[in-house]
């Protein structure tokens, strides 16, 4: 869990495929990406390599159709019915 990202698209619903093809085409990793749907619409994202995973974090903010892409590292105990946003760095 160490390069896992936890996703989620405001103000749109989004599918898998969908998101894949658009993460792919934002974040342009070397290496593979990998995800699962959390509930909510909430995904968790698994970076192979370390340098995508970074550069995920570092870089942004990021967009998918105008809709604001939130991203943070993946946390223990991550529930998608009570999480929220506290603050967004733009």
Do not use: C, Q
């Not at 593979?32 to 698994?46: E, I, P, Q, T």
């Amino acid at each position: 869990m160490a390069k896992a990202i936890i996703v989620k698209v405001y103000g749109k619903s989004i599918g898998f495929n969908f998101l894949h093809n658009r993460l792919l085409s934002l974040w342009k990793p070397v290496s593979r990406l990998d995800y699962v749907a959390l509930g909510h619409g909430f995904f968790l994202v698994w970076l192979s390599l370390k340098e995508d995973y970074e550069a995920v974090l570092k870089n942004g903010p990021w967009f998918i159709e105008e809709h604001f892409l939130s991203i943070r590292p993946w946390e223990p105990n991550f529930k998608p019915t009570s999480a929220n946003v506290s603050s967004i760095a733009v």
